[in-house]
T-cell receptor, first 111, second 111 residues
Framework: NAGVTQTPKFQVLKTGQSMTLQCAQDMNHEYMSWYRQDPGMGLRLIHY???????DQGEVPNGYNVSRSTTEDFPLRLLSAAPSQTSVYFC??????????FGPGTRLTVL | GQQLNQSPQSMFIQEGEDVSMNCTSSSIFNTWLWYKQDPGEGPVLLIA?????ELTSNGRLTAQFGITRKDSFLNISASIPSDVGIYFC???????????FGQGTTLQVKP
């Protein structure tokens, strides 16, 4: 099993550009989520999904969109990047809500 | 919203010493989780706690789910250099269906 994979590992964007962060898991987990990690603030939940076709907002959803068309994939879209979105983004998956397995992260810089 | 207060923020200890860190919340949680994050990696689950009062060990690590369900602690005995990293607590609430993370404790171990 590859576990949770994320691409790209690093990305630099200009303000106003859009992009999609990819996340895939091969463990047949129903629950997937996106977090951002900023210094001194732990991990904050952006969006999550409890199964294909079902998504919901987390703590900091503004500026991000998600969709879940398959069990395996859960992409995160930045519609119009802003410097405040400079962060490390982690995708996670789990069989149930709580014991989440994390991917290696995407380090995003918005200039 | 729900918040977790994790302390201490950072620790610098000598190899061989024991370490203790804790998390407190104003809200009740159904599950407490402890994660470790190595530099440049995603968090990795160390211990999961499901019942108030539960005490669980994983090698040199011991964690407890507080009786009030509003706190948890993690102890590391006889620290070694590879214990270096950021330790996160996380609480899961059945009411919100979301996993909330503490701000993290950065541990440095001097050989």
């Amino acid at each position: 099993n590859a576990g949770v994979t994320q691409t790209p590992k690093f990305q630099v964007l200009k303000t106003g550009q859009s992009m999609t962060l990819q996340c895939a898991q091969d463990m047949n987990h129903e629950y997937m989520s996106w977090y951002r990690q900023d210094p001194g603030m732990g991990l904050r939940l952006i969006h999550y999904s409890v199964g294909a076709g079902i998504t919901d907002q987390g703590e900091v959803p503004n500026g991000y969109n998600v969709s879940r068309s398959t069990t395996e994939d859960f992409p995160l879209r930045l519609l119009s990047a802003a410097p405040s979105q400079t962060s490390v983004y982690f995708c996670a998956s789990s069989r149930s809500y709580n014991e989440q397995f994390f991917g290696p992260g995407t380090r995003l810089t918005v200039l | 919203g729900q918040q977790l207060n994790q302390s201490p923020q950072s620790m610098f200890i000598q190899e061989g010493e024991d370490v203790s860190m804790n998390c407190t919340s104003s809200s009740i949680f159904n599950t407490w989780l402890w994660y470790k994050q190595d530099p440049g990696e995603g968090p990795v689950l160390l211990i999961a706690l499901y019942k108030a009062g539960e005490l669980t060990s994983n090698g040199r690590l011991t964690a407890q789910f507080g009786i009030t369900r509003k706190d948890s602690f993690l102890n590391i005995s006889a620290s070694i250099p590879s214990d270096v990293g950021i330790y996160f607590c996380a609480g899961f609430s059945g009411n919100t269906g979301k996993l909330i993370f503490g701000q993290g404790t950065t541990l440095q171990v001097k050989p």
